[in-house]
């Protein structure tokens, strides 16, 4: 038995992939080398497999869906052959670094009620992310969520349960929903409550593992160890398919674990993906997204790189580069190490810079 399996799952984000992968080659060997990857592709159409093989080879195991099975089956997979004392079920679009793993780990050594553990997870921006710890989604907690409380009161703990936004986020604490972007857990336990449920497709699948794991008596942990994690297009909680998607699968959450709630619960889902619906509706019709024009939009860069001169040519001539006062800064990952980059950007967040991930490998910056 090796001691970690890495499951990522993909689908059409082949250079994202590629940055998840060698951070986890870096957690790895963290570890002293004592783990595996394995990569399922969800039938992306592209040429995500060719490029990663090209780069990767026999480093990395492959499962190749015919079709997009969805989140949860599509790991299920993978969990199925994990060779892991522990299983990491890791998104395409995140950044670990070298001592994340092994941190985690030493939590469960010292820690033998621990079933799974989830992680600070920051946007491409620095920015914590509240989905990093969360509370079960009650009848009340989805009450307060899915009208706003939770937003209108984010520090009380009667409203605002659902992100437990009242707890620290520098500290570790025993929560009850960890977030599928990252979950460590015991693959035997994984294995034995089945994995995840393949009811749900696209959300919800990270709430029910974790109500799983606890009911089979175990806890789950929240750790202040930041990760990166980008957060694509299907994640935008302003898109209809996320509000449609997000509330159907909290409404399978409900029909199977809360029964006798469902057929009233099911009438506030419906109200709400209706509201959430035309309020979405009414923000791309009058608060348009922004796009970000030409470099001499305001922009000031600054470059962390030993061949700025490669980058300059990237962002374009007409870019203004300040070292002292930027509003984008870019990031070298051939002179940075993943954990080098996790540090920089957690150290310098402040709500007002944005960070960039220049890839020197395929000569593109990768951004948030």
């Not at 080659?25 to 399922?40: M, N, P, R, S, T």
């Not at 990663?52 to 997979?77: C, L, M, T, W």
């Not at 419906?270 to 923000?283: D, G, K, Q």
Request: charged share 20%; glycine share 6%; with cysteine.
């Amino acid at each position: 038995m090796i001691l970690v399996s890495i499951i990522i799952v993909n689908y059409r984000v082949k250079f994202f992939l590629e940055q998840t992968i060698r951070s986890a080659q870096e957690a790895i060997a963290g570890l002293g080398g004592d783990g595996e990857i394995i990569v399922v592709d969800n039938a992306s159409g592209d040429d995500s497999m060719q490029f990663i093989k090209s780069r990767f080879g026999n480093e990395v195991q492959y499962i190749e869906n015919a079709d997009n099975v969805g989140f949860a089956r599509a790991n299920n997979k993978a969990i199925a052959i994990a060779k892991g004392e522990f299983t990491l079920i890791l998104n395409p679009d995140t950044i670990i670094g070298s001592d994340t793993l092994s941190q985690s780990i030493e939590w469960f050594r010292t820690h033998s009620d621990c079933g799974a553990v989830g992680v600070r997870m920051l946007d491409g921006n620095g920015n914590f992310l509240p989905e990093s710890k969360r509370s079960f989604t009650t009848p009340w907690v989805s009450f307060c969520k899915i009208f706003g409380l939770s937003a209108l009161f984010p520090k009380s703990r009667i409203f605002a349960r659902y992100h437990l936004r009242y707890l620290n986020e520098k500290q570790p604490h025993k929560v009850d929903i960890l977030a599928g972007a990252f979950i460590l857990a015991h693959t035997s336990i994984l294995q034995k409550i089945g994995g995840f449920d393949e009811r749900f497709f696209m959300y919800g699948e990270d709430i029910d593992l974790s109500y799983r794991i606890v009911q089979e008596g175990f806890s789950n942990y929240y750790l202040p160890i930041p990760i990166i994690h980008y957060k694509g297009e299907s994640t935008k909680k302003d898109s209809l398919r996320y509000v449609r998607v997000f509330y159907e699968a909290m409404l399978i959450f409900f029909r199977k674990h809360y029964p006798h709630y469902s057929r009233f619960f099911a009438f506030f889902i419906h109200f709400a993906i209706y509201i959430r619906a035309a309020a979405a509706m009414l923000r791309r019709i009058f608060l348009p997204a922004t796009t970000r024009k030409s470099h001499s939009n305001g922009l000031r860069w600054r470059i962390v790189s030993p061949s700025p001169e490669k980058i300059r040519h990237i962002i374009g001539s007409d870019a203004v580069i300040d070292n002292d006062k930027p509003t984008d800064v870019i990031l070298d990952d051939s002179s940075l190490s993943y954990q080098d980059i996790i540090k920089a950007i957690d150290s310098a967040a402040d709500g007002k810079l944005r960070f960039h991930i220049f890839s020197s490998r395929n000569s593109i910056i990768i951004s948030p």
